[in-house]
């Protein structure tokens, strides 16, 4: 087999491969590349298609939080796929955030997706939301005009190569006086079938439904599990679209720290069709320095403490740590990515343990022969 072989393909290939099926295709968001090995190999001897990617805050043009670009994020994931000789995965650019809409940062989300096209990106994600508006139309216009303005950039930078779009209604992790904000079916719909009519067909929607971003802590600052994804609401979402005949499945975002036989058990796999995993990468290689590199761990620990503390004084120092962490991957770059071949084998290890779990809670198993097929018609 050529290196070409194990290129990334494109995410609606994926995507549309599993349509019907009752599967999740996992997502990582791989900070620290070192868990890419492990990924790759546990996705390989499971037969499971999976996204590799980073959002616009981890990865932007000056190398975001974790100090990789997308053209080094992209180097570093494909060299990784030929060495372990895995091809049914996608690169994907998660949070392509657009905050206002003004020419600027439209401008500047350009250059960024040029850059990630460049790079070899098969797969983005955009949203913008107004949560001023007084219904749903209103308030989803400046994301519908936005989504279609970047989709449409997207679709003529790839010059004619497929490619996937996952678009996302709502804010994951907003909260109100009442609580954490969840999409409605009714916005849901709406949104799509504007898109859709704008000639923009994306593959997965994201939805606000109850999870957040990164770790759960209780009143003293100690991590929890997430127990609070709101499973009807996303069913009822799930067949708002199929009742409107509208082909695109969901993306779970927040999925660190849901217990895993929960997802198992309990998530609608196949309205549920991409599952985005990020923060839990992240901890299985500051749990690995802890015993292997303490030192390393000792700096990172003190660096954002001294960093953080005095913004968050109400907050404890393991709730500062686990929150604001994450930006010291680029201050201690160099340092985390010169570790010993132990450590480095103990972090694909448990990379690749972890992954086994999340591939058999998500079904995913047997997805890669289904693309292998898909792209073989």
């Known amino acids: 087999m050529k290196e070409s ?9 994926i995507l549309n491969s599993i349509a019907g099926k009752k599967m999740i295709i996992m997502a990582a968001n791989t900070r620290i590349t070192t868990v890419v090995q492990g990924i ?61 809409g003004d020419n600027k940062e439209i401008d500047d989300t350009k250059k ?19 949560f001023k508006g007084k219904n749903p139309k209103e308030e989803l216009d400046k994301n519908i005009q936005v ?30 006086k009442h609580g954490l904000v969840l999409t409605k079916p009714e916005e849901a719909v709406t949104f799509i079938k ?16 109850g999870s957040v971003h990164g770790h759960v802590y209780d009143e003293h600052g100690n991590v929890i599990e997430q127990l609070s994804i709101d499973i009807p609401q996303t ?14 499945g969901i993306a779970q975002h927040g999925i660190t ?27 299985i290689v500051l749990n690995v320095l802890k015993v292997y590199e303490p030192e390393l761990y000792k700096d990172i620990w003190n660096w954002t403490l001294e960093n953080y503390r005095e913004k968050n004084p109400s907050k404890k120092d393991i ?42 809670a998500f079904s995913s198993s047997g997805s890669a022969s289904l693309v292998r097929d898909t792209m073989n018609k």
Not at 194 to 209: C, F, G, T, W
């Open 5 to 13: 072989d194990f290129a990334p393909i494109p995410g609606s290939t």
């Open 40 to 100: 790759f190999r546990a996705a390989k001897d499971t037969d499971s298609a999976v996204f590799m990617e980073l959002a616009r805050s981890e990865s932007d043009l000056k190398g975001g939080y974790t100090g990789l670009t997308p053209k080094a994020y992209s180097e570093r994931v494909k060299h990784t796929a030929i060495d372990v000789e895995f091809d049914a995965w996608a690169l994907h650019a998660d949070h392509i955030t657009i905050k206002t």
């Open 112 to 130: 960024l997706i040029d850059a990630q096209i460049e790079a070899g990106y098969t797969s983005f994600a955009s949203h913008l939301f107004n």
């Open 147 to 176: 989504t279609t303005l970047l989709a449409k950039y997207i679709e003529d930078g790839m010059k004619g190569r497929e490619f996937g779009l996952e678009v996302e209604v709502g804010e994951i992790g907003r909260k109100d």
């Open 194 to 209: 504007a898109l859709n009519e704008n000639d923009v067909y994306p593959q997965v929607l994201a939805i606000a439904n």
């Open 235 to 248: 069913k009822a979402v799930a067949k708002a679209l199929r009742d409107n005949n509208l082909k695109v």
């Open 257 to 283: 720290g849901t217990p895993r036989e929960l997802i198992n058990l309990h998530f609608p796999k196949g309205d549920i069709i991409k599952g985005n995993v990020g923060t839990f990468w992240q901890d």
């Open 319 to 360: 709730q500062i740590f686990d929150s604001n962490c994450k930006y010291a991957i680029k201050e201690f770059f160099s340092r985390i990515y010169s570790i010993d071949e132990d450590t480095e084998k103990a972090i694909m290890a448990m990379a690749y343990a972890e992954s086994l779990m999340f591939f058999k």
